[in-house]
């Protein structure tokens, strides 16, 4: 005897069928939905291998940027050095060119003014207070200088004085006696006569017959000196004191 009866039977295949084309609607669903995932995936690949070409591409604009600021500073500085060469050599044409030149008179520099190149003179040179010569001082003459004057170069004459708070960048020398003022700055400072240095003055050297320092005298580079010499308080002096032939 069957187990079912052929209605049944038709039932039980027509159940199965429908489960079946379930299955087969619910595996196309599966497939549709995997399909956009894998779309999705690929899409996140792509969007990361862009942004790892972004972050190159930036990386490289970086280097860049940076490769530029530091050829553009080293450009900068080279103009500075230019520059500083070229106002170097124009000081140094103006210190070695006599702006004044006089055979007859004395020159007189007035108070406060600036002169840009050397004085040359056959007479005498007065130069008043706080001027500024930016040259040498070359005179067969006297040379007086006031307070608070400021010479790039060497002066030279026959007896030189010097006021307070003056410096002078290179030598003084003297044919005859040079007296230098308190608080001032000076290199090498030679007179055949007698040399007085003022009270706090500092300089490099000292050749004089007799040399007199005052009090707070600094000397960086010895003494020479071929008379007598006398020494105040409080005084420093680096280097070899002698007597010169």
Request: with cysteine; aromatic share 4%.
């Amino acid at each position: 005897m069957p187990i079912f009866s052929g209605k049944e039977k038709e039932r039980k295949i027509r159940v199965l069928t429908q489960q079946l084309e379930n299955l087969k609607r619910q595996n196309q669903a599966l497939t549709e939905q995997i399909r956009k995932y894998e779309g999705r995936f690929d899409d996140v690949k792509e969007m990361q291998a862009i942004i790892e070409r972004l972050k190159n591409e930036n990386q490289n604009l970086v280097n860049k940027l940076e490769k530029f600021v530091i050829e553009r500073q080293q450009m900068k500085e080279t103009i500075e050095n230019l520059k500083k060469d070229l106002i170097m050599k124009r000081e140094q044409i103006e210190m070695k060119t006599f702006a004044i030149n006089s055979e007859n008179v004395d020159v007189v520099i007035s108070k406060g003014i600036t002169i840009n190149g050397g004085i040359n003179s056959k007479k005498n040179v007065i130069i008043e207070e706080k001027a500024r010569i930016n040259g040498d001082i070359k005179a067969s003459g006297d040379v007086t200088i006031g307070n608070e004057v400021y010479i790039k170069g060497f002066v030279e004459g026959n007896s030189i004085k010097i006021g307070d708070g003056v410096t002078v960048e290179d030598s003084v020398r003297g044919k005859g006696k040079v007296e230098i003022g308190a608080g001032c700055t000076l290199k090498l400072v030679m007179g055949e006569g007698d040399l007085n240095i003022g009270n706090s003055t500092e300089l490099l050297k000292a050749v004089g017959g007799r040399v007199t320092l005052g009090n707070g005298v600094t000397v960086k580079d010895g003494i020479e000196y071929s008379d007598a010499m006398k020494i105040g308080s409080n005084v420093t002096i680096h280097g070899e004191i002698r007597t010169k032939p």
